[in-house]
T-cell receptor, first 113, second 113 residues
Framework: NAGVTQTPKFQVLKTGQSMTLQCAQDMNHEYMSWYRQDPGMGLRLIHYSVGAGITDQGEVPNGYNVSRSTTEDFPLRLLSAAPSQTSVYFC????????????FGSGTRLTVV | AQSVTQPDIHITVSEGASLELRCNYSYGATPYLFWYVQSPGQGLQLLLKYFSGDTLVQGIKGFEAEFKRSQSSFNLRKPSVHWSDAAEYFCAVGPPSYGKLTFGQGTILTVHP
C-alpha cells in the first residue's frame, strides 16, 4: 500500500517559471490537502479538497492553483514561481471518518532562484 | 480562528530521561488534536490523536498525551526517551478529517547519550 505519493522529491525553478507538484493517494480518501513547511512556522495550509471537483483555499493560497478531477489525484500548480515559494511542500489525505488521522506524503523540496 | 502554540522551540534531554512537550490550542468547537513526528528529510508520522472520550491517549513508540480542556492543553509525554526519538514534533488541531489542520511551530528534540 503506497499511501500518499508525491513527485518530484526535489525541484529547482527559476523565478517566473511554472510547474506542477503531483500528489496521488491509493487509500480512496475523500479529503486531500496541501501544506507548506517553513522553518519556525510549522506547516501552513495552502488548499484543500473535500472530494472530486471541490476545492477551497487555506491560509496561504496566493500563487498556487489546485484542481481535483479524480479522488486519487490532487496536483498543486505554481503559476509564476517566486523566491518566497521556496519551501517544503506536503500533501495529506484522510478518510471521511478521520479514523486514522491524516496521512502525509514524504514531501517535495522546492527551491526558487 | 484556530491556533496552536508550542512554547518550546528546542528541548534537549538525556537518553532515559522523561519527556514532556507542551501544546496549547485555541479552537471554537470541540477540538480534535494530533501529535505528529518528523525525522530529518522525512514526512510526518502520526503519533496519536484525541477525538473524544478518555483524556489520556496512548500512541505509538511509547508516547502518550493528556487532553486538559480547562487549560486548553494537549501535552505529549514519554517516560523514558531513546536516542531514536530525536526529531521534530508538531501539535495540530482541526476537524477530524476535513483537511484543515492548524499546526504549531514545532519542537525540536535533541537526545544526549
Amino acid at each position: 500500500n503506497a499511501g500518499v505519493t508525491q513527485t518530484p522529491k526535489f525541484q529547482v525553478l527559476k523565478t517566473g517559471q511554472s510547474m506542477t507538484l503531483q500528489c496521488a493517494q491509493d487509500m480512496n480518501h475523500e479529503y486531500m490537502s496541501w501544506y507548506r513547511q517553513d522553518p519556525g512556522m510549522g506547516l501552513r495550509l495552502i488548499h484543500y479538497s473535500v472530494g472530486a471537483g471541490i476545492t477551497d483555499q487555506g491560509e496561504v493560497p496566493n500563487g498556487y492553483n489546485v484542481s481535483r478531477s479524480t479522488t486519487e489525484d490532487f496536483p498543486l500548480r505554481l503559476l509564476s514561481a517566486a523566491p518566497s515559494q521556496t519551501s517544503v511542500y506536503f500533501c495529506a489525505s484522510s478518510s471521511a471518518t478521520g479514523a486514522y488521522g491524516y496521512t502525509f506524503g514524504s514531501g517535495t523540496r522546492l527551491t526558487v532562484v | 480562528a484556530q491556533s496552536v502554540t508550542q512554547p518550546d522551540i528546542h528541548i534537549t534531554v538525556s537518553e532515559g530521561a522523561s519527556l514532556e512537550l507542551r501544546c496549547n490550542y485555541s479552537y471554537g468547537a470541540t477540538p480534535y488534536l494530533f501529535w505528529y513526528v518528523q525525522s530529518p528529510g522525512q514526512g510526518l508520522q502520526l503519533l496519536l490523536k484525541y477525538f473524544s472520550g478518555d483524556t489520556l491517549v496512548q500512541g505509538i513508540k511509547g508516547f502518550e498525551a493528556e487532553f486538559k480542556r480547562s487549560q486548553s492543553s494537549f501535552n505529549l509525554r514519554k517516560p523514558s526517551v531513546h536516542w531514536s526519538d530525536a526529531a521534530e514534533y508538531f501539535c495540530a488541531v482541526g476537524p477530524p478529517s476535513y483537511g484543515k489542520l492548524t499546526f504549531g511551530q514545532g519542537t525540536i528534540l535533541t537526545v544526549h547519550p
